[in-house]
């Protein structure tokens, strides 16, 4: 599945040998290489004003016109491609994209955007290659664009304050439930076509005392993210009124195994994997949960390696406990 790019990229004036290189990739990576040696960029001729690279799952492999023997990640008349090797964007109408095992786009100004970045390339910046890692494009001299003031980036997922409407909503739901609820400060980026977020969906899924439970089930993940069953994260943040740091059962998991004992918002918390926690394929879960102003909260997301921890512990430097009004 291709992962939702929101970058606006101004087009060159239409070129056809550039447009005939744009529908085949293996051309026109061959061209980027024997006819533009002076500055190594290939750009991909649109027929209007701008391309929006939105690489959309559907599209790949039905609607993506590509060379005659030649697919999205291999073979082409000169044999099987390296699986390393740069891809070229392709392009369905005005819209650019890349292919899925590629999802980063660098673009003409030696900037690249992979997956999820929140940036947007600047006024008249054209597709330049599709990268499977942002090391790849950096290592080709595509840096990562810088990030938006508020965002940051863990193991190459993107982290983004939410909107003012929810921030809005954690009052409101505080209020209703009569305890301290979490109220996330930064949140990854959502996957193409996802719900929006919000901790309570309707008026009936937030009662006085209840387990509080906010999921995200897609947000966008760099290539090779270990914890992405189906192609994107998932994270769970859970909630519940405690007398104490031992209370809330209901929230740890069988088996559970400690990591560590992290700082959060100065008070001691638990990190600890959930080896029999689905699904078990990704080496179980991992969790990271402690007590604060007499709310038990829980952080969880699939997979239990170093990106996941950091992933973990970020978010939860950043929750803020909301406390009710009456």
Same mark, same amino acid.
């Given at each position: 599945?291709?992962?939702?790019?929101?970058?606006v990229l101004g087009a060159p004036q239409h070129d056809d040998r550039r447009g005939q290189a744009a529908g085949?990739?293996?051309?026109?990576?061959?061209?980027?290489?024997?006819?533009?040696?002076?500055?190594?960029?290939?750009?991909?001729?649109?027929?209007?004003?701008?391309?929006?690279?939105?690489?959309? /799952?559907?599209?790949?492999?039905?609607?993506?016109?590509?060379?005659?023997?030649?697919?999205?990640?291999?073979?082409?008349?000169?044999?099987?491609?390296?699986?390393?090797?740069?891809?070229?964007?392709?392009?369905?109408?005005?819209?650019?994209?890349?292919?899925?095992?590629?999802?980063?786009?660098?673009?003409?100004?030696?900037?690249?955007?992979?997956?999820?970045?929140?940036?947007?390339?600047?006024?008249?910046?054209?597709?330049?290659?599709?990268?499977?890692?942002?090391?790849?494009?950096?290592?080709? #001299?595509?840096?990562?664009?810088?990030?938006?003031?508020?965002?940051?980036?863990?193991?190459?997922?993107?982290?983004?304050?939410?909107?003012?409407?929810?921030?809005?909503?954690?009052?409101?739901?505080?209020?209703?439930?009569?305890?301290?609820?979490?109220?996330?400060?930064?949140?990854?980026t959502a996957a193409p076509r996802t719900e929006p977020r919000w901790l309570c969906r309707a008026a009936a899924?937030?009662?006085?005392?209840?387990l509080l439970v906010l999921g995200l089930d897609g947000f966008v993940v760099p290539f090779g993210y270990v914890?992405?069953?189906?192609?994107?994260?998932?994270?769970?943040?859970?909630?519940?009124?405690?007398?104490?740091?031992? /209370?809330?059962?209901?929230?740890?998991?069988?088996?559970?195994?400690?990591?560590?004992?992290?700082?959060?918002?100065?008070?001691?918390?638990?990190?600890?994997?959930?080896?029999?926690?689905?699904?078990?394929?990704?080496?179980?879960?991992?969790?990271?949960?402690?007590?604060?102003? /007499?709310?038990?909260?829980?952080?969880?997301?699939?997979?239990? #390696?170093?990106?996941?921890?950091?992933?973990?512990?970020?978010?939860?430097?950043?929750?803020?406990?909301?406390?009710?009004?009456?």
């Amino acid at each position: 599945m291709l992962l939702e790019l929101v970058q606006v990229l101004g087009a060159p004036q239409h070129d056809d040998r550039r447009g005939q290189a744009a529908g085949h990739p293996g051309r026109a990576l061959q061209a980027s290489h024997d006819q533009q040696r002076g500055n190594g960029l290939y750009r991909p001729a649109a027929h209007g004003r701008s391309m929006v690279a939105i690489p959309v /799952g559907s599209c790949h492999g039905t609607t993506v016109a590509l060379g005659s023997g030649e697919q999205a990640g291999g073979a082409g008349r000169g044999g099987r491609r390296r699986a390393d090797r740069p891809q070229a964007p392709y392009r369905v109408g005005n819209k650019v994209g890349c292919p899925p095992a590629w999802p980063v786009l660098a673009v003409s100004d030696h900037a690249s955007y992979p997956a999820g970045h929140p940036a947007r390339p600047p006024p008249g910046a054209t597709a330049v290659a599709c990268y499977q890692t942002a090391a790849k494009a950096a290592g080709a #001299g595509y840096g990562p664009a810088p990030l938006p003031a508020g965002a940051l980036a863990v193991g190459g997922v993107y982290l983004t304050p939410p909107s003012r409407g929810f921030r809005v909503t954690c009052q409101r739901v505080a209020d209703q439930l009569g305890f301290a609820v979490p109220c996330p400060g930064l949140l990854p980026t959502a996957a193409p076509r996802t719900e929006p977020r919000w901790l309570c969906r309707a008026a009936a899924g937030c009662q006085r005392g209840q387990l509080l439970v906010l999921g995200l089930d897609g947000f966008v993940v760099p290539f090779g993210y270990v914890g992405a069953p189906g192609g994107y994260g998932t994270l769970q943040i859970a909630a519940m009124p405690t007398r104490d740091a031992t /209370g809330g059962r209901a929230l740890h998991c069988q088996d559970e195994r400690r990591i560590a004992t992290p700082t959060v918002h100065r008070v001691r918390a638990v990190l600890a994997a959930c080896p029999q926690a689905t699904p078990s394929v990704l080496g179980g879960s991992v969790l990271l949960r402690w007590w604060e102003r /007499g709310t038990l909260v829980e952080v969880s997301t699939p997979g239990a #390696g170093g990106v996941n921890q950091r992933l973990l512990a970020t978010l939860a430097d950043h929750v803020h406990l909301v406390t009710p009004r009456r």
